[in-house]
Structures are given as C-alpha cells and as structure tokens.
C-alpha cells in the first residue's frame, strides 16, 4: 500500500487500494477518536434494496453513529428514512417491495390500455410516446413515503442530523444539494424525494419550488429530476452540510449501489426504453467513478497540504512545498484530509455470498428497474452479508482500460 506521511502526527493517505478489514476491526478503529461522520449514498435504482440491506445491518450492529447524511435517487431515499433514525422502516419498505417484485414502480401501461392498444397498436403507442414525460408510475411510493414526512424538521433537530437530497433543475440544468427540512414547503418534502428518484425517460419529473442559496433556479417553480444526471455520489455535498450545520466532520462512509464498471449483458438490446435506459446505465457509471475519483484526489492533497504545514515550522523545504502547493491549487489549504470508507459491491464478495464460483456481479446484479422479485431480495441479503463480511476500502481499482 502506498501512503504519504503527513507530519509528526503520523495522519496517512492512502493512494492505493488500502487493505480490507472485517466489520468489527474496521468499526472500532474507524470511530476511536472521531467526532462526527456523514453517511453518502449514492444513486442506482432499484439496487437501493442493496444500500438499505447495508445500512440496516450496520445500525443494527451499533455501527451507525453519522451525523449528516446524503444520497441521490435512491440513494436520497434510504438517507430521507435514515436521517430520522427510521431505519427499520427502510429495511421493511425494501423487502417488502422486493418480495412483490417493486409494484411501487409500476408501468403506465396498465391492462386497460393494453387492450386499447390490441385494438389500434401504432398510433396510440406513437401517441403515448408523444406525450407521456415517463414510462412508470411512482404513485404508490409517494403514498408509502409520505407517513414519514411529517415532522421532518424536528426529527432531525432532535437528532442532530443534518440531511441532504440531491436533484437536477430541467431548466438551468443545475444540481441542487436540497435540505428537504429548511428548503422546501412541507408539502413539498415527499415531491422532493421522489424529483430526486425521477431517473429520466422513465419517471415523470416533479414540478417544485426550491430555496437554495446561489442558484439560479431558486424560488422558482421548475422540473427536477434524477441527481445521478450529474452527481451520483454526493460526497461533496456531505461536506457542505457539515459546515453549514457547524458539524466537525472526520470521515465519510460511502456506500456504492452499483459495482464499480458498467454490469456485462451477454443479450441484444431492443426498444427505445430498453436502449435508453442501458445507455443512462453506462453514462451515470461514468459519473460514478469520476465523483469518487476526484474526491479522492482532492483529499489525497488535503492530507498533502495538512503534513506539510504541520512539518513547515521545523522544515525549510516544507515551507517551500506548502507555498507552492498553495500558489498552484489556490483554496488546497482551506481543507482537511478526511477519513474515507466504501463499501460497494465487488467479484469477490459476491462470488463468496452466492458460494458460486462462476458468479458473476457485472452479469448477474439488477439493473436500475429490475423487477426480478427473486434476486431483488437475494441484493438485499448480500447487502446484510457485506456489511458483516465485506471489506472497506479507501480507494478503488484503477479503470480497466488504465
């Protein structure tokens, strides 16, 4: 493994793919000392079941303890039940909608117009194509989620959480870190996190009215959908909520919804939804890696700068390191290494939980609308087992193609 020394204090970066560790190992040495942790869940889909077992089994085993949390799609929801420390519902939400194979997301296309469409197939489905804005209906989520809206704000200032969700403006485009608790109207709260579960092409986006500060499409009503379009790992937005709740962040505990590269297909694609939504797939995993590829780097010269200035006083050649670090990545001195985990889905851990030699997680993981009932419920399992038997990591494997 190699690592940069930063100073007398002995504080280590890793730059390479730090040595795994068991649950409990990993656990107590993570917490010892720190203050304060965010909990980042990133989007993908209906492989949210695999973050909820993940997060429900870590809580369970007392190894929760985070402050701020954040998540986008998915992602937004499991940290929307979380953050109030409803993290037993969560779990329940899940099974429950993987055992019944995810009614929750259900096609427009119900059987009334199914038969319509026998009748006269080409220019009813031109028609619906035309004008429909998604192809699924999400109207039995909101109804699930909407018991747990209700007093938000002080649920989460009981607990001292902060929370964020994570959506993208039609309009100007831009992607918004919303705290559902302070910047929209209460009856907007459930909207919100369904805005940020609205992958595009196959949700309706959600018309809102959102107050954040600096952007441009604040205070106005406006589409959102999806924040995996541009950030599907907030790990930035963890660190802002931290500051603006006066939180002393330490470490970050990531969890990925999704293996690391695009999921293998050894079948054809067909149909303008189908294609679609593989083409989404391939692109947000893109995002995926290059979020996490850049935070790591950027905390890689945190922990650079932080040695530096520690060492500056007793070392000539520090001092000068220090300036010229700060003079060609103005603002490198205005933050702090932080500790960061992940846990994501890996060959490995899911060769050793389904006890198959030839398994295969590229090939054999859900896609983001998956509605498989059977192997819904077996990610939500192995989301329990990694959180028991997995590994943690401080970075991730190099691109195959580098």
Not at 59 to 74: F, I, R
Request: hydrophobic share 45%.
């Amino acid at each position: 493994m190699f690592e940069i020394q930063v100073g007398r204090r002995a504080l280590v970066c890793s730059v390479s793919v730090a040595p795994p560790g068991k649950l409990e190992d990993l656990f107590r040495a993570r917490y010892s000392g720190f203050m304060a942790r965010a909990l980042v869940l990133s989007g993908g889909g209906v492989k949210g079941t695999f973050e909820a077992g993940v997060v429900h089994r870590l809580a369970e085993a007392g190894h929760g303890g985070w402050s701020v949390y954040c998540g986008v799609s998915a992602g937004a929801l499991n940290a929307f039940m979380a953050a109030q420390g409803r993290v037993e519902e969560m779990a329940r939400l899940w099974v429950d909608q993987a055992r019944r194979g995810m009614p929750a997301f259900r096609s427009k296309l119900d059987a009334a117009n199914l038969a319509v469409h026998a009748i006269a197939p080409g220019l009813l489905a031109y028609a619906d194509i035309l004008a429909t804005d998604g192809l699924y209906d999400n109207r039995e989520l909101a109804e699930i989620l909407e018991p747990f809206a209700a007093g938000l704000a002080g649920r989460l200032s009981s607990l001292g959480h902060a929370l964020r969700v994570g959506v993208v403006c039609l309009q100007t485009g831009e992607y918004l870190a919303v705290d559902p608790a302070a910047d929209v109207e209460a009856g907007s709260i459930v909207p919100l996190i369904l805005a940020s579960t609205a992958i595009p092409l196959a949700f309706d986006p959600v018309e809102l009215v959102v107050n954040v500060a600096g952007a441009t499409c604040s205070g106005r009503r406006c589409q959102f959908v999806d924040g995996g379009v541009r950030n599907i790992t907030p790990l930035a937005d963890a660190i802002r909520a931290a500051k603006q709740g006066g939180i002393e962040l330490d470490g970050i505990d990531v969890v990925l919804a999704s293996p690391l590269d695009p999921a293998g297909a050894d079948h054809e694609f067909h149909g303008l939804l189908e294609i679609g939504l593989r083409a989404e797939e391939i692109l947000t995993n893109e995002i995926y890696r290059n979020d996490l590829e850049m935070f790591i780097r950027a905390n890689a010269l945190a922990a650079l700068h932080a040695g530096l200035a520690s060492d500056a006083a007793e070392s000539a050649d520090a001092k000068r390191l220090a300036r010229r670090l700060a003079a060609a990545l103005p603002g490198s001195d205005a933050y702090r290494p932080l500790d960061l985990k992940i846990i994501r889905p890996t060959p490995d851990s899911w060769r050793a939980f389904t006890g198959r030699k030839d398994a295969d997680v590229g090939l054999e993981f859900p896609g983001d609308l998956d509605r498989n009932a059977e192997l819904l419920q077996l990610v939500h399992g192995y989301g329990r087992w990694l959180a028991d038997h997995g590994e943690f990591h401080q970075m991730i494997p190099a691109r195959p193609d580098h």
